[in-house]
Nanobody, 116 residues
Framework: QVQLVESGGGLVQPGGSLRLSCATS????????MGWYRQAPGNQRELVAV?????ITNYADSVKGRFTISRDKNMVYLQMNSLKPEDTAVYYC????????????WGQGTQVTVSS
């Protein structure tokens, strides 16, 4: 069964930090690259961080130097520092690239709100 469960979001002040977690179930997550995506209200879902086989990471310019993606067995993490109001969004994890399967599901996501 293919399943993703994101957690760790919340309300944080500008400049604060959060660590998001993603629990994965299914072999497609363990043998492929993984990414964190986010979707703000009225916007399309965007890719913010990728971790490929071998641990190579890439980041969107908007989060470079502030976010760090990592993985350990069936877990994928996103450490977010120096948060800005524009980071406010629902955050999701999934394979990179996406999709690898027909009708590949998304998890419920985790809400991150950066506000004073």
């Amino acid at each position: 069964q293919v399943q993703l469960v994101e957690s760790g979001g919340g309300l944080v002040q500008p400049g604060g930090s959060l660590r998001l977690s993603c629990a994965t179930s299914g072999s497609i997550f363990s043998i492929n690259g993984m990414g964190w995506y986010r979707q703000a209200p009225g916007n399309q879902r965007e890719l913010v961080a990728v971790i490929r086989s071998g641990g190579i990471t890439n980041y969107a310019d908007s989060v470079k130097g502030r976010f760090t993606i990592s993985r350990d067995k069936n877990m994928v993490y996103l450490q977010m520092n120096s948060l800005k109001p524009e980071d406010t969004a629902v955050y999701y994890c999934n394979t990179y690239p996406y999709p690898l399967l027909a009708n590949q599901p998304w998890g419920q996501g985790t809400q991150v709100t950066v506000s004073s």
